[in-house]
């Protein structure tokens, strides 16, 4: 079945770095894209960014434009975030989510949470 | 990129209908048929129930359905159930080809 576990969130400066990952098993990771969403404490849904397959065709939001960057490796069914220059606007909950075929989000992982605070 | 427009809220009482609508415009929801729905309960993740306008994931119940006129997409919930109350939020591809939520609603089941 098809599973997506995020990890590497947590407590950070504002103006500092975190990297989050994402392992992905049950399917094959090279043929679906992959999306970073977010939700701030008691907020709605923020879609991040998303990754092609092979990491050719790479897509931001506005908020996160020249500060996040996405990346995957298909050999460690893995997706990353590296996100810099944090604000505190950056806390939320970070979900890893597969794009199914097409433009919807078939299944979406349990989440990490990042806190940007001095 | 801006978000969806959703209601806030909306109620219903066991076994009626209620229906959520979505707003986007002709950059979204006007121009493509990649509208979805997904049902997110307190400290969940969100779960997929409408995909491409109008399609359920297998095994999901057909008390679910979707529509979509114009700039608008709605999401139409028959026969309530307690299990129901839960926040439910629209998304869109765009052509701007990002992606874009709405506000959520939060469903109240009386």
């Known amino acids: 079945q098809v599973q997506l576990a995020e990890s590497g969130g947590g407590l950070v400066k504002p103006g500092g770095s975190l990297r989050l990952s994402c392992a992905a098993s049950g399917f094959i990771f090279s043929d679906y894209y992959m999306s970073w969403i977010r939700q701030a404490p008691g907020k709605g849904l923020e879609w991040v960014s998303y990754?092609?397959?092979?990491?050719?065709?790479?897509y931001y939001g506005d908020s996160v434009k020249g500060r996040f960057i996405i990346s995957r490796d298909n050999a460690k069914n893995s997706l990353y975030l590296q996100m810099n220059s944090l604000r505190a606007e950056d806390t939320a909950v970070y979900y890893c989510?597969?794009?199914?075929?097409?433009?919807?989000?078939?299944?979406w992982g349990p989440g990490t949470l990042v806190t940007v605070s001095s | 990129q801006s978000a969806l427009t959703q209601p806030a809220s909306v109620s219903g009482s066991p076994g009626q209908s209620i229906t959520i609508s979505c707003t986007g415009s002709s950059s979204d929801i006007g121009t493509y048929d990649y509208v979805s729905w997904y049902q997110q309960h307190p400290g969940k993740a969100p779960k997929l129930m409408i995909y491409d306008v109008s399609n359920r994931p297998s095994g999901l119940s057909n008390r679910f359905s979707g529509s979509k006129s114009g700039n608008t997409a709605s999401l139409t919930i028959s026969g309530l159930q307690a299990e129901d109350e839960a926040d439910y939020y629209c998304?869109?591809?765009?052509?701007?080809?990002?992606?874009?939520f709405g506000g959520g609603t939060k469903l109240t089941v009386l």
């Open positions: 998304s869109s591809f765009t052509i701007s080809s990002i992606m874009v």
């Open positions: 989510a597969r794009r199914g075929m097409g433009q919807h989000h078939d299944y």
């Open positions: 990754i092609g397959g092979h990491g050719i065709t790479i």
